[in-house]
C-alpha cells in the first residue's frame, strides 16, 4: 500500500509542477493578458501556424511561443472568417464590386463556313437521249437568268415526236367537218396523246405552240436555265452524247445561302431555331452581316461532342460565297433580371463555388454559392448564397481563402482539443473505495519518497 501512495504523491507532484514554476505568469488560453488587457485564444509558434499550445512554451524549432487573442465580436461569426487590417487590404490590392441585378445574356462565339442554300440548288437533265450540238453556256462559274438557253440537242426521238404531233394536228384539222363523232373523237385523243408526249420531255407551251404555227419539226431542240444563279457543276461538252437522266448541269441561286456550324454541346440549351445570328468575314473586316439559326441538328458528332447548326442569311449583294470561313456570333437572352457577380470573385474547386463577402471593418466571411448561366462581359448568374446589394471580393481571393481555411482547421483542432481534455476531479468516481484496516499508514513518512533523481524544468 505504501508504494500506492508513493505513485499518487508522485502524480500529483508532477501536475503542480508548471504552477509551481510559473506562479503567477502562468498564462493559459483563456485568460486576460495584463499586458494588451486581450483574451488569449491559444499560442502558436511563429514558424509554423499548425503547432497550437494551450499555455506558453517552446516551438520545436526552439522560438518562444507567441499569443493569439480573440478578436472584438469574432465569437458572433463563423470560425473561417479572416480579419485584415485596412492598411494591409489596401497594400494587398483587394477590389470588391457589389451583387446586382441586371439583363443576362449569352454570347455564343463559333467558327463555320458558308454553303449553298440546297433548297436553291437545281439540276438540269434530260429525259430522251441525244447529241450536244452547241453550248451556249460553257464553263462552271457563269452566271445565267432563268430561261437563258444553256445548250442545244439533236435527238431522234424528239424529231419522231414533233413528226407525230404535227401528223396528229393535220387528222384533225382534216376531220373537223367529218359526220363521225366517233372519228373525230379518236382524232382529238391522238392529238392530245401526242401533246403530252412533247409536255412530258419538257418542251414548253411556248416551243409546242410555235411548232404547231410554222409545221416544221426541228432538228435541235433548246434546254433553258430553270432558275437564275450560278453554274456550279458542268458535264455537257459540245458533240456529247447525253443520256437520259443523265445530270448536265447544277445552278445555285446565291441570293441566300447557308452557314454550317458547330457549337458545344454545353452551349445547346440556349440555342433556339429563329434566334438571331451575326457573322464576320476576315476579307470584310469590321462589317456584320445579320440571320437567323434556321435548323438545329438532332444529333451530336461523336468525335468532337459538338452540334451542328444551320443558318440562313440574305446573299442579295453577292457578298457570301460558298466554302467562306466565318466568325459566328450568338446571343442567347436569358434572364431579363438575373443576380449576377464577376466571374473573377468565384473560387471554383470543382466541387464547391466560393466567394469572400465582406462584412466590413475589415472582416471577410467564405459564402458557398450556387451558379447557373454564365454571360456576357465575364458574369456569371448567382441561383443561390447572395443578396442584392452584397459586397464581395474580386482580387486577392485566393489569399483569403488559404488564411480562411487554416483558421477554420486551427478552430477545429482547438474544439476537438477542449472536448478531449474535458476532464477534473468531478469525473474520479472514488464511492467505491474505502479504507479498510488492511492499509496501514503509520509508518509511512516523506523520507520514504525519494525524488533525488526529479529536476524542475519550465515546458
Keep these: 500500500m505504501r508504494r500506492l501512495l508513493s505513485f499518487f504523491l508522485t502524480i500529483y507532484l508532477i501536475a503542480a509542477l508548471p504552477q509551481l514554476v510559473l ?18 485564444k491559444y499560442w502558436v509558434a511563429p514558424m509554423d501556424p ?25 465569437e458572433k461569426l463563423p470560425a473561417s472568417t479572416i480579419r485584415i487590417d485596412p492598411v494591409t487590404v489596401q497594400n494587398m490590392g483587394v477590389r470588391t464590386a457589389d451583387v446586382m441585378r441586371a439583363p443576362l445574356a449569352k454570347d455564343i462565339r463559333a467558327f463555320g463556313y458558308v454553303d449553298y442554300d440546297e433548297t436553291r440548288i437545281y439540276a438540269v437533265n ?30 431522234p426521238e424528239l424529231v419522231s ?9 393535220r387528222q384533225v384539222e382534216s376531220l373537223r367537218d367529218s359526220p363521225y363523232e366517233s372519228v373525230r373523237r379518236n382524232a382529238q385523243s391522238l392529238l392530245d396523246a401526242s401533246y403530252r408526249r412533247l409536255t412530258y420531255w419538257d418542251l414548253s407551251k411556248k416551243q409546242i405552240s410555235r411548232l404547231q ?18 453554274v456550279i457543276k458542268k458535264d455537257a461538252v459540245d458533240g456529247h452524247y447525253a443520256k437520259a437522266g443523265m445530270h448536265l448541269y447544277e445552278i445555285a441561286d446565291l441570293s441566300t445561302v447557308w452557314v454550317e456550324v458547330e457549337v458545344f454541346e454545353y452551349e445547346l440549351p440556349y440555342i433556339s431555331k429563329g434566334m438571331t445570328a451575326e457573322i464576320e468575314l476576315s476579307y470584310l473586316p469590321g462589317k456584320r452581316f445579320t440571320g ?13 461532342r459538338t452540334a451542328k447548326l444551320r443558318l440562313i442569311f440574305d446573299n442579295s449583294e453577292g457578298q457570301l460565297k460558298p466554302d467562306m470561313y466565318a466568325n459566328i456570333l450568338l446571343k442567347s437572352e436569358i434572364d431579363p433580371n438575373a443576380l449576377v457577380i464577376p466571374q473573377e470573385a ?48 474580386t482580387s486577392a481571393q485566393f489569399m483569403f481563402d488559404s488564411e480562411s ?44 519518497l525519494d525524488m533525488s533523481d526529479m529536476t524542475m524544468e519550465q515546458q
Excluded at 54 to 61: L, Q, V
Excluded at 129 to 136: A, F, K
Excluded at 415 to 440: K, P
Design 50 to 74: 499548425t503547432y497550437i499550445r494551450n499555455e506558453p512554451g517552446k516551438s520545436p524549432m526552439g522560438m518562444d511561443l507567441v499569443p493569439v487573442y480573440e478578436e472584438e465580436g469574432g
Design 346 to 393: 468565384v473560387i471554383d474547386s470543382g466541387v464547391r463555388k466560393i466567394v469572400f463577402l465582406s462584412r466590413g471593418k475589415g472582416k471577410f466571411e467564405p459564402r458557398e454559392i450556387e451558379i447557373g448561366a454564365e454571360g456576357g462581359n465575364n458574369t456569371y448568374q448567382v441561383l443561390d448564397g447572395l443578396e442584392e446589394g452584397d459586397t464581395i471580393v
Design 126 to 155: 434530260l429525259k430522251f437521249n441525244g447529241w450536244i450540238e452547241r453550248l451556249h453556256v460553257d464553263f462552271v462559274g457563269d452566271t445565267v437568268r432563268k430561261g437563258q438557253k444553256l445548250f442545244e440537242i439533236y435527238s
Design 292 to 304: 437567323e439559326v434556321l435548323f438545329i441538328y438532332p444529333f451530336l458528332s461523336r468525335e468532337t
Design 23 to 40: 506562479g503567477e505568469d502562468g498564462l493559459k488560453a483563456g485568460d486576460v493578458d495584463p499586458k494588451t488587457g486581450k483574451t488569449i
Design 405 to 448: 481555411r487554416l483558421r477554420e482547421a486551427i478552430q477545429k483542432m482547438l474544439d476537438a482539443r477542449s472536448a478531449d481534455s474535458e476532464f477534473s476531479a468531478d469525473d474520479l468516481d472514488m464511492d467505491d473505495m474505502t479504507m479498510d484496516d488492511d492499509m496501514d499508514m503509520s509508518d509511512l513518512n516523506m523520507d520514504d
Design 213 to 230: 404555227k410554222t409545221g416544221k419539226v426541228e432538228k435541235t431542240l433548246p434546254i433553258y436555265s430553270p432558275a437564275n444563279g450560278v
Design 161 to 169: 415526236a414533233q413528226e407525230e404531233y404535227l401528223l396528229a394536228h
